[in-house]
């Protein structure tokens, strides 16, 4: 267990909860492809800008060097709030649900409860790194939002996800056992 995701993850807990895992994103691969995609934007960008263009494509390389700009600081800004949510991220398995501390100024707390796993409503799945917990329908993420929480505005189903966990398959027995345990 991460010392630091348990001092974060222990004051959330319930009566009667017992804390079996806790731990924190490892992997940056997302940030990585988050970056390298600004870098490329960026880099077409000063390169179609360095062609020499005659005076009525000026204009709009002039338009659309702007919109360019404007495009990589987004993208920029996007990376920024990515990387300053997973930093800020902690995640914790009990004997009754899942923990998501996770914010930009405010730890919040999102948590699911186990008993909730395998019904209509919710499952658990593996993704590679990430452990997804969610309806039958995958949200898409919100530019600015909390990668771990997913929701739509009208859409009561949940969908989570924790992110680049170090050893998933471990995280995935655990509540897996701890969900079969409360049947």
Known sequence: MDPEAASVITPHLLAREELLWCGRPH????LRWRAGI????????????????????AERADLNSILLAVLVCALIAEAIVFHRYLS??????????VLIVSGIRELEVTSVFLDKLNTPWLSLRRAGRNLELG????????????????????????????????NPRRVYDLIVEATNKLK
Do not use: C, K, M, W
């Open 27 to 30: 992997d940056t691969t997302a």
């Open 38 to 57: 600004v870098v490329a934007v960026g880099i077409a960008a000063l390169i179609l800008r360095s062609l020499p263009l005659d005076s009525s494509l």
């Open 88 to 97: 800020n991220t902690f995640y914790g398995v009990t004997n009754q649900r």
């Open 135 to 166: 309806g039958v329908e995958h949200p898409r993420p919100r530019p600015f939002g909390n990668p771990s929480v997913l929701y739509r505005p009208g859409d009561p189903s949940e969908y989570y996800r924790l992110l680049a966990l170090e």
